[in-house]
């Protein structure tokens, strides 16, 4: 992306926008287990959580950006989630919440190498829809 400023000097900024055709995934970072052992906590992943953290993963493998974001980025995320009986386009508004789907989401991304750290994001719109076509839809732009 090419932005003009008032000095009338051209500014390079990073962007990258891609659309995964999938069914999302439902669950989310906060079903994570813990057990107790040895008298101490040890949390974990349920096999619904890994199984989402990998699926989400290997769609995003393959948009990961030539060069990782090492400075404040904006994330702007469209969650699509199969329309059943709803209508194509119309915000879902039952569980799972946005912040549990995103924080998955960003943890995948950092692991995959789109940033050095999900720190970074600093700017965040995350919608979810009920739509005919389902998938994620991001965007990440350079602030």
């Known amino acids: 992306m090419i932005l003009a400023p008032a000095n ?15 069914e999302p995934p439902a669950c989310t970072h906060q079903e994570k287990q813990v057990a107790v052992i040895k008298g101490k906590p040890v949390f974990y992943d349920p096999p619904e ?10 769609f995003l493998a393959g948009h990961k950006p030539k060069e990782r974001y090492e400075s404040g980025v904006r994330l ?6 199969p329309r059943g009986r ?3 386009g ?3 508004t039952t569980k799972p919440d946005t912040d549990n789907l995103q924080k998955l989401l960003k943890d995948c991304m950092t692991a995959c190498g789109f940033w050095k750290d999900d720190c970074l994001v600093a700017s965040e719109i995350v919608e979810k829809f009920w739509a005919e076509i389902p998938g994620i839809y991001i965007r990440i732009e350079e602030l």
């Open 8 to 22: 009338g000097k051209e500014l390079i900024t990073m962007a990258t926008e891609f659309f995964m055709a999938m």
């Open 49 to 58: 959580v890994k199984a989402a953290r990998m699926k989400l993963a290997g």
């Open 76 to 81: 702007i995320v469209k969650w699509c989630f």
């Open 86 to 88: 709803h209508g194509d």
């Open 90 to 92: 119309e915000y879902r």
